[in-house]
């Protein structure tokens, strides 16, 4: 991932999110086959695909030294950790009720908050490229998700809430990029994450199924944590609501996994949706571009 770096700020962290997209959609499938058709508990699922994340990310610790992770910002990272403690349990549980594509619609409603809130506490410019980026994305999962004629559940609802408590991890991520480095956000909110989400999953029980189950559960922890660092490595080099808008890029990944895994076929309006997506997010990112070219 260092070589994305040597490309300048906006492409860098773009492709470094559209790396994340990827890495996120290989997990969600392997997170709805196991909670769907091999019936593992979701809070289980959860704990034990961040807890292998972990493990993978306690190597950079051994290399580094512990004293590496000295930090200023312990309350921050607790803010952090318990955003995405909520926004992971909800969207593992989600997952387990709403097909891929849904879900992945309604996760898009994050860029809002992110955006909002990038502008307030963070104080970004959120000028009219970045909203109109946003909002074409939003409108695009609108369209894909078509509110107006689904019937919600409460697990469709899921999603959305999830959405909102991974907006507060992003901008939580950002704000301590200013002091931090990118591995040491990803090993702080692995490590602070397992705690977490092994009292959660007691209540179903944590102990680890071999065979197919164990290699699925492990290959998720490994894409997770690098996942995680590719989004922390993204802050560093570009402004969240600059980002944001490359994150529905994981839109018609995950609506290819789901159909070729689960025969999810979405309605036809979801291609329509899918353009708007793509078209936002590549046109930001020429307008981000050519804002860096020397004058």
Not at 21 to 26: D, K, N
Not at 52 to 68: D, E, K
Not at 211 to 226: D, F, K, P, S
Not at 259 to 269: I, L, R, T
């Amino acid at each position: 991932m260092t070589r994305f770096t040597n490309l300048g700020p906006a492409r860098s962290g773009a492709l470094l999110m559209i790396a994340a997209g990827v890495l996120f959609a290989v997990i969600n499938l392997l997170t709805q086959y196991a909670t769907m058709m091999l019936h593992v508990p979701s809070a289980r699922m959860a704990f034990w695909q961040y807890a292998i994340a972990l493990l993978f990310s306690l190597p950079w610790v051994v290399r580094h030294g512990l004293s590496a992770m000295k930090t200023g910002h312990v309350a921050l990272h607790i803010a952090r950790v318990a955003a995405a403690v909520i926004g992971v349990q909800l969207w593992v549980a989600g997952l387990a009720h709403v097909p891929i594509w849904q879900a992945i619609a309604l996760i898009m409603l994050s860029p809002f908050f992110v955006t909002f809130g990038a502008g307030l506490f963070l104080g970004e410019e959120t000028g009219a490229a970045r909203w109109l980026a946003v909002t074409a994305g939003f409108v695009g999962g609108m369209i894909i998700l078509a509110p107006w004629s689904d019937a919600f559940s409460l697990y469709a609802l899921y999603p959305v809430a999830a959405a909102l408590f991974w907006g507060i991890t992003s901008l939580l991520t950002k704000r301590l990029t200013r002091s931090e480095s990118p591995e040491s956000l990803t090993v702080y909110l692995l490590l602070l994450l397992s705690p977490v989400n092994f009292a959660l999953a007691l209540g179903e029980g944590v102990a680890l199924s071999g065979g197919l189950t164990a290699l699925i559960l492990i290959a998720a922890g490994l894409l997770t944590a690098l996942a995680q660092y590719a989004i922390a490595k993204a802050y560093t080099v570009a402004d969240a609501a600059y980002l944001q808008p490359f994150d529905h890029l994981k839109l018609p990944l995950n609506v290819g996994f789901g159909v070729m895994a689960f025969g999810f076929v979405p309605p036809g309006s979801m291609w329509l949706g899918a353009a708007l997506i793509l078209a936002a997010s590549f046109y930001l990112l020429r307008q981000e571009s050519r804002a860096e070219q020397p004058a």
